[in-house]
């Protein structure tokens, strides 16, 4: 499975950004993964950001960026999204999305139970 993230860039506190996650398998096998973003900041593991599960019925997001990001699919494009908003210096890191097959319909946190990794987009906020 290959994950091709992009959107990432630079903004000022308080801006928006959108990244985009394309997996590269037809809609009805991408529609049997659970996905999710992390983020990973300088000299920083790996972090959780938000996931969401086959069907996007379900979402879960860490704390620091609950009530700012959204995340959400597309399964007919094989596509995932992650809109940001009200973004702080801290949100600064590479994002990552990733994909499991492990547990559809849960949401996963933990980066050991992710099996396919996009490339990673960097994020920069600046205040």
């Known amino acids: 499975v290959q994950l091709q993230a992009s959107g990432g860039g630079s903004v000022q506190a308080g801006g928006s950004l959108r990244l985009s996650c394309t997996a590269s398998?037809?809609?009805?096998?991408?529609?049997?993964?659970?996905l999710a973003w992390f983020r990973q900041a300088p000299g920083k593991e790996r972090e959780f950001v938000a996931g969401?599960?086959?069907?996007?019925?379900?979402?879960s997001y860490a704390d620091s960026v609950k009530g700012r990001f959204t995340i959400s699919r597309d399964n007919n494009m094989s596509e995932m999204y992650l809109q940001m908003t009200s973004l702080k210096p801290e949100d600064t890191a590479v994002y990552y999305c990733?994909?499991?097959?492990?547990?559809?319909?849960?949401?996963?946190?933990?980066?050991?139970?992710?099996?396919?990794w996009g490339q990673g987009t960097q994020v920069t906020v600046s205040s």
């Open positions: 990733a994909a499991s097959r492990r547990a559809p319909t849960l949401v996963l946190q933990r980066v050991s139970q992710y099996d396919s």
């Open positions: 398998m037809p809609a009805r096998i991408f529609s049997g993964y659970g």
């Open positions: 969401v599960i086959w069907s996007g019925a379900a979402t």
